[in-house]
């Protein structure tokens, strides 16, 4: 496997006056954010994220167990236990946050303030695992395993552990034997179905080393090996055989079930996962819109073959992991050539200073701003190019100005849904809120080059199931 670090050369992210606009665009904002770092007290992003957690407190309901966050603090019938938007997501903000004060050496106070308010969601979420039904990553069981494990892995605290164990014990018992292997119901996905509850168990598999949860993955992924499609060169896997459209990108597609599958075979070592991962890629490129040497991928088929979304859940940003993944797996630089296609077009597409039909009013993880920066953040990180570092940043700037900030701490007050531009919520949870784009500022704050004594940057405990970088 290659080093994550190891690139090939590939050519200019951007070609010739493009690429210097680009850079020219986000040079002041890149020059202000890094001047601001080293003149007293924690850096930015890092202060962002403080306010964040001042409004995240006031949100917090007291339950029987412990703590629980609505989805929209407005409406406490929103509470869930979902990655996605629930508790689960909060859970992982805080513990972040607490990693993040403790390297800034901030006094005890504020770092224990914030593993008591991870701990408080955790205590919550095992009182409901023996009510959730499903086993999914971003809604289910697989969800809340991850955000126990992390509590657990902070705290040293035997009952998180314990819940965690449980968490799996559950999805196990959910299982049932199909074709050659085992689902937990009709979904192939990373959001609710196959692909993301194997996630949770490579996760599993990595924390414990219980052959069990490896197990389990091999078979949840020998069943996915069935259900893959022949088409155009390759394979495509559609969310649920009764939901009419096929989408094909990461969250409800073939891009996240090949994720799985690439994950798996590093894991097992069996070639028959990696070469259905690669058929997949095969099948997105083909179907890919590749003018200006980009790569976009459509949200649905049939009905909209010609909107695409720019996020993670239905865009670039999320198929980038497999195509990254991949790279990293074989080392074959045609896939790292795959992720700067779909960066080239992001840079492209008018984004952030204009809107489009598939990037409209979101600021969070899933469909908006917060995804994006942190998508070239991470590519920064692994190529050195500075343009991705420029352009992390402008998006990062956009962000920042997007926010309510007030006494009551901060916020994003956004759609979620393309098709209901007037429903704006701010919401508290993971891909959709407060939360989510608290962690991005976190992993800006880390990974700045200019902080100085007495503060180091902090050493990152989130790292997604689902994230190839």
């Not at 040079?27 to 403080?50: I, V």
């Not at 035997?158 to 965690?164: P, V």
């Not at 609710?192 to 996760?203: D, E």
């Amino acid at each position: 496997m290659r080093n994550r670090n190891s690139w090939p050369v590939l050519g200019r992210c951007v070609a010739g006056s493009a690429a210097m606009a680009v850079a020219l665009a986000a040079a002041g904002a890149l020059a202000q954010t890094r001047a601001s770092f080293g003149t007293g007290g924690p850096p930015p992003g890092y202060r962002e994220a403080a306010e964040i957690a001042r409004w995240l407190d006031a949100a917090a309901l007291q339950t029987p167990a412990g703590s629980a966050w609505p989805a929209d603090p407005r409406d406490p019938k929103t509470v869930n236990s979902t990655l996605y938007s629930g508790t689960p997501g909060v859970v992982l903000f805080y513990l972040e946050m607490d990693a993040a004060a403790r390297s800034f050496a901030l006094p005890s106070t504020y770092a224990g303030a914030y593993l008591k308010q991870a701990a408080a969601g955790a205590d919550d979420l095992i009182a409901r695992i023996p009510g959730e039904a499903g086993t999914g990553l971003y809604e289910g069981l697989g969800g809340i395993a991850f955000a126990l494990e992390e509590t657990y892995k902070a705290t040293k605290a035997e009952k998180y552990r314990e819940g965690f164990l449980a968490a799996l014990a559950a999805i196990s018992a959910k299982a049932r034997v199909k074709g050659k292997g085992v689902d937990f119901g009709d979904v192939t996905d990373i959001i609710s179905g196959g692909a993301g509850t194997g996630l949770a168990l490579l996760y599993a598999h990595k924390e414990t080393g219980d052959a069990r949860w490896l197990d389990l993955a091999a078979r949840t992924g020998d069943r996915l090996l069935e259900l893959g499609t022949a088409k155009d060169g390759g394979l495509d896997w559609a969310m649920d055989p009764s939901y009419p459209s096929r989408m094909p990108n990461f969250s409800h597609g073939t891009a996240g079930v090949a994720f799985f599958l690439a994950r798996l075979s590093a894991a097992t070592g069996r070639k028959a996962y990696l070469e259905a991962a690669l058929a997949g890629a095969r099948y997105l490129v083909s179907i890919a819109k590749t003018d200006g040497d980009a790569c976009l991928i459509y949200h649905d088929e049939p009905d909209h073959k010609d909107l695409y979304y720019l996020g993670w859940c239905h865009g670039p940003v999320g198929t980038s992991n497999l195509f990254y993944e991949l790279f990293k797996i074989t080392g074959d630089a045609v896939w790292g050539a795959w992720v700067e296609k779909s960066a080239r077009g992001l840079m492209a597409s008018g984004i952030p200073e204009k809107e489009t039909a598939g990037f409209w009013n979101n600021d969070g993880i899933c469909c908006g701003l917060a995804g994006v920066a942190d998508f070239f953040r991470s590519l920064h990180r692994a190529t050195k190019k500075e343009d991705y570092l420029y352009f992390a940043v402008k998006v990062l700037d956009v962000l920042r100005k997007k926010a309510t900030a007030d006494a009551a701490g901060m916020r994003w007050v956004q759609a979620e849904h393309r098709v209901r531009p007037d429903l704006l919520i701010a919401q508290t949870g993971l891909m959709q809120g407060a939360a989510g784009i608290g962690l991005v500022f976190l992993r800006f704050a880390a990974e700045n080059p200019s902080l100085s004594p007495p503060y180091a940057p902090p050493a990152l405990r989130i790292h997604m199931p689902d994230s190839a970088f």
